[in-house]
């Protein structure tokens, strides 16, 4: 069974600080996804990552893919109480889209 | 451009009912899959389906059934309700390609209460 890590599962900081979540695993994905869950809807997708070592950029948001495969992060510059929600990392295996907990992040005015 | 629609949103069952969620999609994927969300645990997969006339199970399908006649709908069944399947429920879509899938659309889900 493929199992993703994902940390911290809970954070609250002040706007304008950065942030990092992170997203382990001992399993090889083919892709990475992010997705970010407000209350009552489901998940919406951020971004995909394909290639190790790969970073892609949403704006304030910077995604990385690890080299191996294995692991990804989300860092996210001078925070903002718009990018309070649910964050969730998402690996692809064969047939099959493996979740993390999750990250309940919370951007204090 | 409905996407994912799931019906009903909310239910509440007593112990031993059945029910089906509905779940629909208007974007011709091929791939379709049903999750439960409960707090802490991330998105556990229940079932999936390549294709039409395809399923297979994914990490907890005790209890659930699921069918997909069409490409559109995959509906997933409860056969005898228990307080444990009292969850939020996702259904999921997306397109395939070579080594890897794009993005999965989810709908809105349903919360479902087991009394």
């Known amino acids: 069974t493929q199992l993703l890590e994902q940390s911290p599962q809970f954070l609250s900081i002040q706007e304008g600080e950065n942030l990092t979540v992170y997203c382990n695993s001992s399993?090889?994905?083919?892709?990475l996804q992010w997705y970010r869950q407000e209350p009552g809807e489901g998940p919406v997708l951020l971004v995909t990552?394909?290639?190790?070592?790969e970073v892609k950029k949403l704006k304030r948001l910077t995604f990385q893919f690890g080299d191996a495969r294995k692991d990804s992060s989300l860092h996210i510059t001078a925070a903002q109480p718009g990018d309070t929600g649910l964050y969730l990392c998402?690996?692809?295996?064969?047939?099959?889209?493996?979740f993390g907990q999750g990250t309940r992040l919370t951007i204090n005015p | 451009n409905a996407g994912v629609t799931q019906t009903p949103k909310f239910q509440v069952l007593k112990t031993g009912q059945s029910m089906t969620l509905q779940c629909a999609q208007d974007m011709n994927h091929e791939y379709m899959s049903w999750y439960r969300q409960d707090p802490g645990m991330g998105l556990r997969l229940i079932h999936y389906s390549v294709g039409a006339g395809i399923t297979d199970q994914g990490e907890v399908p005790n209890g659930y059934n699921v069918s997909r006649s069409t490409t559109e709908d995959f509906p997933l069944r409860l056969l005898s309700a228990a307080p444990s399947q009292t969850s939020v429920y996702f259904c999921?879509?997306?397109?395939?390609?070579?080594?890897?899938?794009?993005?999965?659309?989810f709908g809105s889900g349903t919360r479902l209460t087991v009394v």
């Open positions: 399993s090889v994905f083919s892709s």
């Open positions: 990552v394909v290639t190790g070592g």
């Open positions: 998402a690996g692809q295996g064969a047939q099959k889209l493996v």
């Open positions: 999921a879509s997306s397109r395939q390609g070579k080594s890897f899938y794009y993005g999965y659309t």
